[in-house]
């Protein structure tokens, strides 16, 4: 290893052997300055001695996306996460994957992202490779596989404008009377009437209500995963259980952390909630009875009748088919005008809108931001007051009217 200066820049140079047992250079460029240098030159010294400092022109963007994802994501991240990073990759490598690491460029990365575009894809997912992208070629620096991140030039595709839509206390009532006498009452409840997350909703436990206190203790949730890392991030007691195979065998529902630490906590209870919850344990015990041994003991609060736990993805789709269910009686009812049809459909909202409506009700009934936040479990107020900004300047807009309402017998003169 040593320092080279070629015109105004310097450089560390390192002799490496390739594959071949080839000798072979590798300039990483410093700076102007002589001082940088050296201190480059020492940190990269320390990298390898600890074993950090890996050159090799052979690696290819697949492999080093793979060990990046074992080394830095899956030690680190839930499983949700997890397959997310992974569905980025898959697409990521299906034109960048075979090309050497060093030779992947910003004019390579940005025609990847416009033959996404041109295939259909939307823009929030074309952001969404390219976060996972920067993420990783960020440790490729710190790990001197890289000089520079090419991302950092890139014109990456900015995000859809996320469309929001929170139902009325009028529509949501109208949803849960749809749903009054199907399996789908109890995680409506506790998605409209407090803010739970379908993965939360789904690996929700008896041991978490606290019967007493009128209250749940939302640790963990429920998602699918890969079986193999199921059962390693269960020998280390990273998920708690994990069952329900998919018909490959391959995949399987995982009950591991929530989406982050700040998530953990109490949540009060409604009293409906509670009579929900009580009401499902009695059909529980009585499932116990008539299946027997049959019945799987998994503790978990919305579960069918033999025990197992709700798929996230059926509590979506049985979300989506009851609003379209009642969407369709209305348009088929011929004594309501057309005018009226229209002002009683549901709007297709996402499963993860009852999360918004929720918090979007609270604050219209004048719940202090603080308290929201904290009902969300936010890291901070600040973010919760960011995200529904546009609720609040909604009812500043009412202090208008309230004041006119209160002094509506003075006229100017």
Sequence with gaps: MSIQKKGDTYYVVIMYHDAKGKKKYKWIKSGTSIRDAQKLE?????????????????????????????????????????????NQIKNLVRSLGDITLEKL???????????????GLKPTSIQYQHAVLKQ??????????????????????????????????????????????TNLYLPLLLGFLCGLRRGEICGLRTLDIDMNKNAARITHSL???????????????????????????????????????????????????MEAIKLEEERQEANRVEFGTAYQENDFVWAWEDGRPYDPDYFYHSFKKLIKKYNNEIRKDEELTDEEKEAKLLPDIRLHDMRHTHATLLLREKIDIKIVSKKLRHKRASFTSDYYQHVQNDMQNETATAMDKLFSNNKPH
């Design 105 to 119: 460029n910003a004019l390579t990365i940005q025609e990847h992202y416009n033959a996404e575009s041109k295939r």
């Design 223 to 273: 998602d699918r995963m890969d079986k193999e890392d199921a059962i390693k991030l269960k020998a280390k007691g990273e998920i708690v259980w994990f069952g329900c195979e998919n018909k490959t065998g391959t995949n399987v529902l995982a009950l591991g952390p929530v989406k982050t630490d700040d998530s953990e906590g109490f949540i009060p209870l409604s009293s409906l909630v």
């Design 42 to 86: 020492r940190q990269m010294l320390t990298d390898v001695n600890r074993g950090q400092l890996v050159i090799s022109d052979k690696i290819i963007v697949k492999d080093f996306l793979i060990r990046w994802m074992d080394a830095a994501i899956k030690p680190n991240k839930r499983p949700a996460t997890i397959s997310n990073y992974e």
């Design 136 to 181: 990783a070629l960020d440790k490729a620096v710190a790990w001197r596989f890289l000089t520079n991140n090419p991302c950092d030039v890139v014109d990456a595709p900015k995000r859809n404008k996320p469309k929001n839509a929170v139902y009325t206390p009028e529509q949501t009532q109208v949803l849960l009377d749809m749903a009054q006498d």
